[in-house]
């Protein structure tokens, strides 16, 4: 999960992009508005955290583009100012949540889970897939009702996949959206760790969660029960 | 691009009035002036007609065969002036007699034409311009045989229509007079009111420049409304920026105390603890709010505009709709409404009144409004937040009022947000109620006055 992190206040947003960083997503922390909106328009973004007061281009204006260029991706705004006032025209300006300077760090990441899991459809964080059950929340994995050991990795796969469910996505795609730099297309870490979860997921062989399709990429689409 | 034209001046207008008006009744007053002169003059030429044919008949005499004698010296001696103006004759069938005035005149009487016992006056006319009075009579002669005589006078028209001619003259030469005092009389007289508008904007103009504070209470009666709610306006505006001084100085205070405390630790050389600093930034955040929120509290609203509420509503409902995708949101607020509520206060108490409700409801949230306590054409504001949650009572409610106070753990902050509720209620001296809601939780009702 690829999150902008666009706060003009430079230890706020290094702690900030620490802790997501940490919770393992995969985070563009930028400090200005002008840059900000290239990031958010440009780049493959899942969530965006953006503060209201920036310097070059003020939060809701940068929220108006990327709503114009047709980005509908989650975004949570941060602001200090606590009115309704505030609230209504940063929502109308097509945010989706707020909250209110000074917070919690743990309230900003719930939030942020929340808005994914709603992006993907799903109305609570207990999520179950057939014989697999996973809380975005708790982050814990079962199979059958035992729990389920996974890698950082193959977490982040996983949950990329669950909050997708039904689409196909490419090899590049999964690059670009779970890892901070650049990676090598060519590269063959995705193939590696989508064989370790898919044997985790489906010891059997026969449930197949995640199909391939070839030369487009993967789709998680399991048959719910 | 097109220019808006400034409306004319109050004095243009109202000089251009007052010259029509003059001119106009002046203008009436002279002509009916003119014709009833006419008509004095034409009775007048009457009577002087008559009285010379009188003043004819005393010297005439007339014997049997019908020839005509006149004995007397005209009584008036214009009849014996050649081309006098006024002329007179005898006319029997055989004989006539013509006054000395007629002499080189072209008279129009040529024959008699009246008959015995009648008389008759002709005034001028387009056709000829002689006035001319006529009397036919018997006449018994000495051997006391009956003739048949007639006597007329006439008057050349003429003189008439000079003598109009110079009232005309001077009648209007007086009226145009008369409207050039009455014009400048009236537009001295609206010179003055337009003075004291004048003093009025000279006053605002000195309280914009803080030379003065207040206008002062001289003025007419009539324009005491005016001048006593602008002095309304300026003292609640004042009011609120030495309460905004006061919030500040008050929130600047009372941040200023941890800061120092956290100061003297870090001076010390001590180090912080993690609980320690929290408690700190919590108490820190606490005053800010409390602060604000009595800020809130204590500004007076003056004057506001009509709102319409729907669409203020529509706005929270929509955020709210976003923030609790689960919830259902229903609004019963006629499109027609309107209230003199400022909009920033009206977001405020419905955002935190609906997202209380969203937060302890279970599925939905239902808000009315209507309109309340409506004096003239000024209109408050009812509006009643119903949701299905576990409701509450009357005295936990009350506690909940109170600042920072909070309902319960699972939905953090649901005091404050009443409590800034509360706030803005009472600077509309509203009320605030917990009622049973009939979809089974809580109902809040507000009432906001109109200000």
Known sequence: MRILMLEDETTLRENLTDRLRAEGFVVDAVGDGIEGAYFATEYPIDLAIVDLGLPGKSGLEVVKELRRAEKRYPVLILTARDHWQDKVEALDSGADDYLTKPFRTEELIARVHALLRRAGGHASSALEFGPLKINLSSRKVSLDDEPLELTRFEYKLLEYFVLHPDQVLSKILLNEHLYEDDADPESNVIEVILGRLRKKLDPDGDWKPIQTLRGQGYRFSPERQ | MTKSRKPPSLLFRLSLSAVAVVLLALGLIGLSVERAFRASEESALRERLESAVFAVLAGLEVDATGSVAWAGAPADSLLTRPASGLYAGIYTREDRWLSPSTLGVDMPVEKMTIARGADRFQAADAGQPWFIYRLGLGWETESGEIVDVEVWAAEDGTRLDQAMASFRG??????????????????????????????????????????????????????????????????????????????????????????????????????????????????????????????????????????????????????????????????????????????????????????????????????????????????????????????????????????????????????????????IVESYHGEIRPQVSPLGGLRVEVTLKPS
């Open chain 2, 170 to 423: 001077d009648l209007w030469r007086w009226l145009g007079l008369a409207a050039l005092v009455l014009v400048v009389a009236q537009l001295a007289l609206l010179f003055q009111p337009l003075q004291i508008l004048r003093r009025i904007a000279g006053e605002v103009r000195d309280i914009e420049s803080g030379r003065r504070d207040h206008l002062s209470g001289l003025y007419p009666r009539e324009l005491s409304p005016l001048t006593e709610n602008l002095n309304a306006l300026l003292k609640t505006e004042r009011a609120n920026v030495e309460q905004y001084h006061r919030a500040l100085g008050d929130l600047a205070h009372s941040l200023k105390t941890p800061l120092a405390v956290i100061n003297s630790q870090l001076d010390a050389g001590e180090r912080i603890g993690v609980a320690e600093l929290r408690e700190t930034v919590g108490q820190m955040q606490a005053r800010i709010r409390s602060e604000l929120d009595r800020a809130a509290r204590s500004g007076r609203r003056t004057m506001l505009p009509p709102l319409t509420v729907a669409p203020v509503v529509e706005r929270v409902v929509r955020t709210l709709r976003k923030l609790y995708p689960d919830m259902e949101f229903k609004v019963s607020a006629p499109a027609s409404l309107r209230a003199n509520v400022a909009e920033r206060d009206l977001l405020e108490v419905l955002g935190n009144l609906l997202e209380n409700a969203a937060k302890y409801g279970r599925n939905q949230v239902h808000a009315i409004f209507d309109a309340h306590s409506s004096s003239g054409r000024r209109s408050g504001l009812r509006l009643r937040v119903d949701d299905d949650g576990p409701g509450i009572n009357a005295e936990r409610f009350a506690e909940m009022l109170q600042r920072g106070m909070r309902g319960d753990e699972r939905a953090e902050g649901q005091g404050l947000g009443l409590s800034i509720v509360q706030g």
